[in-house]
């Protein structure tokens, strides 16, 4: 586990620069609700959905508004994949610019249909659960085993190659024969998001704090924890484990 610390961090700080820049999509993406009429918030540095709370809409704000999720959606896509093919292309030593170029319709594309295809498994959960009156437990519960099969799904198109299904068959895979990879992931995600909120809240003004997070995830901690991601996945046959 160590060594996978040890290897995510130098690669994420031998590429920072444009780990960055493709990173800043991520930023638009999680900014795109907050100015468009959807009922979201903005809360420690994330971007949550006001359940039970959708306005009164026109056809058109209507349609704005899936738009506009369909392109945060995207964004989130495009920098997830973006940052799977830097560490590809260390791996392989390949040009970046070539990797990139190449697998913005291939792998973009499949990645925005696995994630569109997980949200609107999670809006039926949502629903399913408001209905029965038990959103406050259950919901929880199922989205977060909802998440398991897509959860190295992005790793496994850009890294393997793998065709959508296949890529989520095998994340399921991944997840329970890594268990402790898993959950050491979950433990440190936890871990950076939670300690800049400590802080920020402590020494600085609490209206602006939940936008500083905001840019601070979206820049720096969410890119690191996908390259600790995709580095978990190629330890299944890496030297690294």
Known sequence: MANILQYSLKTYLSHIRLISLFSISLLFAFLIPLFVRIPTFVSIGAIFLRTGSIPELTQVESAVMVLSFLI????????????????????????????????????????????????????????????????????????????????????GLVIDDLRPFRAVQKSFSMVLSKLPYFLLWLAIAFFLLAIPEFLFFAILPHEIVPWLLLALNSIIIMPFLIVLQTQIYISKYSILN
């Open 72 to 155: 945060s959606l995207f964004l989130i896509s495009f920098a997830i994949v973006n940052i799977n093919l830097v560490i590809r292309s260390e791996r392989t030593q390949t040009h970046i610019g070539k990797e990139v170029i190449s697998g913005l319709s291939k792998y973009t594309l499949n990645v925005f249909w696995l994630y569109l295809s997980a949200e609107l498994l999670l809006l039926i959960i949502q629903l399913l659960t408001f209905e029965w009156g038990a959103q406050q437990i259950l919901s929880p519960i199922l989205s977060f085993l909802a998440i398991l099969p897509f959860f190295y799904a992005p790793a």
